[in-house]
């Protein structure tokens, strides 16, 4: 499997998405997904969708939002 298709399933299946972060070896061997030590660590140092969504909160309480009025 490619790293694209990992990131699919991650979007997919909220339940694949919490193993992989909790214990990403068991997560990908049990779904017979395999990725290099490089894309493994790209993935797991990506932000989470949360935490996503907090920077942009926090960012819009600091002003942000002034970018967007005319």
């Known amino acids: 499997m490619t790293l694209a298709q990992v990131v699919y399933q991650l979007s997919k299946d909220n339940d694949f998405a919490s193993q992989l972060y909790a214990d990403p ?3 990908l061997e049990e779904r017979g997904l395999k990725l290099s030590k490089e894309e493994l660590a790209f993935l797991l140092s ?4 949360g935490e996503q969504e907090k920077t942009r909160l926090v960012s819009l309480a600091n002003g942000g939002a002034a970018s967007w009025v005319l």
């Open 25 to 27: 070896e068991t997560a």
């Open 46 to 49: 990506a932000p989470t969708r």
